[in-house]
């Protein structure tokens, strides 16, 4: 039986989804066939979920059925959600990263995805693309944390968790060995959870 | 543990795997709690790269995802797996603490006189013909399902994975070179496999194989270990219920019938 340890069973895993219901109950209420706690979660996530999508899918309408296929899935596997393996958000969230990044990779290998990703303007590139862009209260606090992140080890991330790309594609877009990009997103992750303190 | 292995963990917490990747790191996921740990941490760390961003979706999506929810059937529940054996027919092992670290040497249940056991059953009728092993070999690759935060029913993992998420798992490991070699046996699952973070490398034109030891039937060829020196996760081939032991021995590159050489390991099952 996996367990993905390091348990956060509350929202306070995770630091920017301390506002608002819980997540926690609505979706051991959705396990139990409630529709209307699912669209209660629905209204508290989908925006974030979508953000994330969008920031790496960047096509709007393929964002919108990734994000929607994203919440099929929640849906589905809801009933198999265990709070001992991450917290609500996190769990949803991994959900949605993995189907926009499963959408890209399909989408590349059809050319229909702009693959350039200039990693010198990700910097808040999606202030000026993204519209309805909410500031959470924390962000100072991310971004000072990201600030924390060596150029390399941020670039790195950046290119994989947003860009989609492989770890072996990172390494090829900035020109370093195999191994060190793997490196760089591990450190670079590390350093971002123990800069916020983030527990799973 | 091979620390190349662990280094994966961030790529593939935030996804940056290829699927042969996934399913590789997956296998060493089950054995590395570690591992599990720090790609929790890692993906709830990832998560807050796009915190600042919030997009609310068109209303109309909203419509969308709650009809289709409407008509979408929900996984069932994980049950436990099934018992290890009937009730009242628990065989001495059923209970059993999976053994951890085991003494480092080539007799895992420190009898000194495994290795001359062994030999003698080298000259036992009965042994299976090692054809089959030829197939276990081939059958490396172990498909996957993804490694996610939910899990998917037993009916949809392969045997190794079933194995090594049995809750009656056996886990027996031994220091092998400068690694650790390990063998899980799952009643329930009727099966067991073989992992290994790096086997060494045989000698030129020799290679490892693997055996069951059956009450009866002696040394049972259990397939061959292939020889990439990568990490190796092998299910053996034939029957892990009834066996009482297993074994690995430095056979001809091709395999053998019967053991031709003293165990390099042994696992003794009960």
């Known amino acids: 039986m996996v367990i993905m340890a390091a348990v956060g069973s509350g929202d306070e895993s995770l630091p920017t989804a301390a506002v608002g219901p819980d997540l926690g109950s609505l979706l051991t209420r959705s396990a139990r066939g409630d529709e209307g706690a699912f669209a209660e979660l629905y209204d508290a996530t989908a925006a974030r979920l979508h953000g994330l999508v969008v920031r790496v899918v960047r096509d709007r309408a393929q964002s919108e059925e990734v994000t929607q296929e994203a919440f099929l899935d929640i849906w589905t596997h809801c009933t198999r959600f265990d709070p001992a393996k991450g917290s609500p958000l996190s769990w949803m969230l991994t959900i949605a990263h993995r189907k926009a990044v499963d959408r890209v990779r399909s989408a590349e290998a059809s050319k229909a995805r702009e693959v350039t990703y200039e990693v010198t303007t990700t910097e808040r590139e999606h202030d000026s693309t993204l519209e309805k862009v909410e500031v959470r209260l924390d962000q100072q606090r991310v971004r000072r944390a990201l600030a924390t992140l060596t150029d390399t080890q941020r670039g790195a991330v950046e290119l994989a968790y947003l860009g989609g790309h492989t770890h072996t594609e990172v390494a090829a877009l900035l020109g370093i060995p195999l191994g060190t990009a793997k490196t760089r997103i591990r450190d670079g992750l590390i350093r971002l959870r123990d800069t916020l303190e983030v527990t799973a | 543990m091979n620390p190349d292995t662990h280094a994966l963990a961030g790529a593939y917490a935030v996804n940056a795997v290829t699927d042969d990747e996934r399913r590789s790191f997956e296998t060493h996921l089950d054995l590395c709690a570690d591992c599990r740990a720090e790609v929790a941490e890692l993906r709830a760390a990832a998560a807050t790269l796009t915190s600042d961003v919030e997009l609310a979706p068109p209303p109309a999506l909203r419509a ?207």
């Open chain 2, 64 to 270: 969308s995802v709650l009809a289709a929810v409407s008509q979408t059937r929900q996984l069932s529940p994980l049950e436990p797996p099934a018992a290890a054996s009937p009730p009242g027919s628990n065989g001495p092992d059923a209970a059993a603490e999976p053994l951890a670290s085991l003494p480092a040497t080539a007799s895992v249940d420190g009898s000194p006189a495994d290795g001359d056991e062994l030999a003698a059953r080298r000259n036992r009728r009965g042994l299976r013909p090692w054809l089959a092993a030829a197939v276990a070999a081939a059958v490396i690759t172990i498909g996957g399902v993804a490694w996610q935060p939910w899990e998917d029913s037993p009916s949809q993992l392969t045997a190794t994975e079933q194995v090594l998420r049995a809750d009656d798992a056996q886990r027996l490991e031994l220091p092998m070179g400068s690694s650790e070699i390990t063998l899980v046996r799952s009643r329930a699952v009727g099966r067991a496999v073989f992992l290994a973070d790096a086997m060494p490398t045989p000698p030129s034109g020799k290679a490892y194989q693997l055996w069951f030891d059956v009450p009866g039937r002696g040394m049972v060829s259990a397939g061959m270990i292939p020889t990439s020196g990568h990490a190796v996760t092998v299910p053996l081939e034939g029957d892990a219920r009834t066996a009482t032991g297993a074994g690995i021995t430095l056979e001809p590159e091709n395999g053998s019938e019967h053991p031709t050489s003293d165990p390099v390991a042994l696992f003794s099952f009960t």
